[in-house]
Nanobody
Framework: QFKFVESGGGLVQPGGSLRLACSAS????????IGWFRQAPGKEREGVSC???????YYLDSVKGRFTISRDNAKNTAYLQMSNVKPDDTAVYYC???????????????????WGQGTRVTVSS
């Protein structure tokens, strides 16, 4: 059974930092593109950052220079380092992986065979 478990969210002040983690089970992330997505209240889910197994990356314009995607294959875990966060970053964050799609297409399409419960990030003073 494929499963993602996201963690690391919380309440953070504008300008602060958070590191989100995505633990995968039922499969390995080694050869897959991975991605982080978010859904704010009343909005559609959007791709935030995606990465291929060889390290190529895609970032949503609004997070470029502030967020960094990474993975630890030994732990079968993906990460999203969020820095200089803004109120517009408030959302529930999800992760996904895909065997074929490029990072850009994975983020733009924002698809997954299964979604985890997500982790909520609230940016507020």
């Amino acid at each position: 059974q494929f499963k993602f478990v996201e963690s690391g969210g919380g309440l953070v002040q504008p300008g602060g930092s958070l590191r989100l983690a995505c633990s995968a089970s039922g499969f390995t992330l080694d050869n897959l593109a991975i991605g982080w997505f978010r859904q704010a209240p009343g909005k559609e889910r959007e791709g935030v950052s995606c990465s291929s197994s060889d390290g190529s990356t895609y970032y949503l314009d609004s997070v470029k220079g502030r967020f960094t995607i990474s993975r630890d294959n030994a732990k079968n875990t993906a990460y999203l380092q969020m820095s200089n966060v803004k109120p517009d970053d408030t959302a529930v964050y999800y992760c996904s992986a895909h065997p074929v799609l490029s990072p850009r297409n994975l983020c733009v399409l924002a698809i997954s065979s299964t979604w985890g419960q997500g982790t909520r990030v609230t940016v507020s003073s």
